[in-house]
């Protein structure tokens, strides 16, 4: 019974990562089924969060100067085991993984994250070891962010590009070595949401905005496959021809 419930709870936690109350019924729940690592890393990390925490901000820059925070901080880096043996036991011993504060050279087929909320929230990944295991990572975990190390936006060669598309992405499944070119999985999406742009490109007027577009390319992809609702609202794309 517990496992049922607890299985539903984190479909419900997937389909809405924003709900941290829901996050912490689910920690109740994983904590009944054996699992307290996991669930006070959710707790712990909730915490934080809530006190202001941004995504990899040194615990130092958030205030946290009581011994008693730092203990709780200490105590959450003791618990992230959970996270990592749930990261490789949804990757298989395929890529290499890691945490995304890690500062080594981790390289091609690796798979590193962060985490919020005591869940994994943010991949980075090249595009081939992403697209692999996309469905598997977003059945698992309620992931809002993408980076795909081996993509960087082209920025426009054109005299008369206006300023609105001046960083472009490319569909060209052959010639996926240029680091502006996506394969249509995740061209499609980016497409659908992109206003200005032509059938086989998306423009935006900074590269800034071109690899946050991605990422919700990317986020919209996984949670396809995974069979979960947008996390993102439809556009009503004009696909201007501009330039």
Known sequence: MVATDTAGLLRGVLENPAD??????????????????????????????????????????VGLTRKADWDRHWQLKQHEWAVYSRVRAAVGHGPKIADLEYDGWVGADSIRYATRGGLVAEVDADTDTFLAHAATLFNVFPITAVHLADREPMESVFENQPASCKWIWVWNERALDDPSSLPGALFRPLWVASQRGGPDWAGYPTAAEAKLALSCACVTHGRSLAGLSPLFPPETPTHEQDG
């Open 20 to 61: 941290l109350g829901l996050r912490l019924v689910y920690a109740d729940a994983v904590q009944e089924g054996g699992d307290e690592e996991l669930a006070e890393l959710i707790r712990l990390e909730i915490d934080l969060d809530r006190r202001g925490r941004k995504n990899r901000q040194p615990m130092k820059d």
